[in-house]
């Protein structure tokens, strides 16, 4: 019922509109145009609606839209008054559809009151329309086709909860949802960055992650060809990494690297650098992760603080991949850049030392733990918190040094300076021996 009475009072509106056109602002009867017009606002003035009510429908009757902007505006207050209180409901959706043809009419006749006429419309419809979604899903499309960014924000929210509910319905497809969304997304970032719009913004972010829509699944289904269809197009990938960067667990996936990658490459950061590093550390590709960490610390971008937090978790990830030789000069570096981060990368270097085998002689396959004490020790001093978890390793490092007998064999005593190389380290220290 709905669709016939709108398209029979848009058929209404196109020939209004020519005749206005064709015979003036007020119409073919202007004398009764503006008697009704004068009649009705008299009655609007003095808040007397009632008496206005009738005088208005004249007027709407024999006016054109072009004869007075506020016949249209008044009208919409006459109306929702009116659906206030209709108790039938084919009446009260008569007087509905009434309202929202009020604002196209609007819209139509004054172009600088489009904006505003329309939003008005989305405004009306998600007060009054409840129970047909296919209905609001298309009419707030149009509205948003129009009104792109000077879209009022609820009007976007109220959209993708009716496209929710057709795809719930299977009225919809998961993609025709995702593109609604990422379609309100692109208008948020065209509009004033101001606070009610950024709550608006978090809102329909909040609403499209826990509607489930964008599962994992549905998401790398969809954009896998379009990425193979258009490898280098930035809006694509853009949304890709927006998409399933916000999509619980799904970061660990070709799809999502490939997408960081290239916007990397067009556009590297110390952010996206460090990202990468994430993600290939997650798939367990060392030498890439190492490569992408380190890039992420010679950025030009890079804030000065983080470099050494960098430097630290560059040393953590290569001790844990074997890779002494690198884990040993970037904790050197961290201690050198951050005094906060120092008793941490002195730490790591002592167990470092500690874990190193070295080959030779009995003083040359024990020297490493010398120096593994020396950096513990500088450790505890730097960081108290510390103190527990270093001595305990002293205790247990200490047992390998050589016996004194072994030192003296090779003109070494304690107290003496000794250089050690070992496992593409280098380090001076004292020789120490078992009392």
Not at 35 to 58: D, F, G, I, Q
Not at 75 to 85: P, V, Y
Not at 205 to 220: D, M, P, Q, R
Not at 238 to 257: A, K, P, Y
Request: net charge negative.
């Amino acid at each position: 019922m709905r669709k016939i009475t709108l398209a029979l009072l848009a058929i209404g509106m196109a020939f209004i509109g020519t005749k206005a056109s064709a015979q003036g602002k007020y119409g073919a009867d202007s004398a009764e145009c503006i008697k009704y017009l004068s009649y009705y606002v008299e009655y609007y003035k003095t808040k007397n609606y009632e008496e206005a009510l009738p005088n208005w429908r004249k007027a709407y009757s024999v006016c054109p839209p072009t004869a007075r902007e506020n016949m249209l505006i008044q009208g919409s207050t006459l109306m929702q008054k009116e659906i206030a209180k209709a108790k039938d409901p084919a009446l009260r959706q008569a007087r509905i559809d009434t309202l929202l043809t009020l604002q196209d009419q609007r819209a139509a006749t004054y172009p600088k009151s489009k904006v505003k006429a329309l939003n008005n419309k989305g405004l009306y419809i998600a007060q009054y329309i409840k129970d047909d979604n296919k209905f609001i899903y298309d009419e707030l499309n149009k509205i948003i086709s129009e009104n792109q960014e000077q879209t009022l924000p609820n009007i976007f929210l109220l959209d993708l909860n009716s496209a929710i509910s057709l795809f719930k319905d299977d009225e919809l497809t998961a993609e025709d949802v995702i593109n609604t969304y990422q379609n309100a997304i692109a208008m948020f970032e065209k509009m004033e960055q101001n606070d009610d719009n950024a709550r608006a913004k978090s809102d329909l972010e909040g609403l499209f992650i826990g509607s489930k829509v964008a599962s994992c699944e549905n998401l790398i289904s969809l954009f896998t060809p379009r990425l193979e269809a258009a490898p280098e197009d930035m809006d694509l990938i853009t949304n890709i990494v927006r998409m399933l960067g916000s999509t619980e667990g799904c970061q660990n996936n070709d799809l999502f690297l490939q997408a960081v990658t290239t916007m990397h490459n067009n556009q590297p950061s110390s952010n996206s650098a460090y990202y990468l590093y994430k993600l290939h550390s997650a798939k367990d590709n060392a030498e890439l992760a190492v490569k992408y960490l380190e890039e992420a610390i010679a950025s030009e971008d890079i804030e000065e603080a983080s470099i050494a937090d960098y430097q630290l978790e560059l040393a953590t990830y290569c001790v844990k991949k074997g890779m002494n030789g690198k884990a040993f000069e970037a904790a050197k570096k961290a201690a050198e850049l951050s005094p906060a981060n120092a008793g941490k990368a002195y730490y790591l270097i002592g167990t470092i030392w500690g874990s190193t085998r070295c080959s030779g002689n009995e003083v040359t396959s024990r020297a490493n733990y010398w120096v593994a004490i020396d950096y513990l020790q500088k450790a505890k001093a730097a960081d108290s918190s510390l103190t527990e978890d270093c001595n305990s390793l002293i205790g247990s490092y200490s047992v390998y040094f050589p016996q004194k007998a072994d030192a003296f064999m090779y003109d070494l005593s304690d107290g003496q300076s000794y250089t050690v190389n070992c496992g593409g380290m280098h380090a001076t220290t004292t020789v120490r021996t078992q009392k």
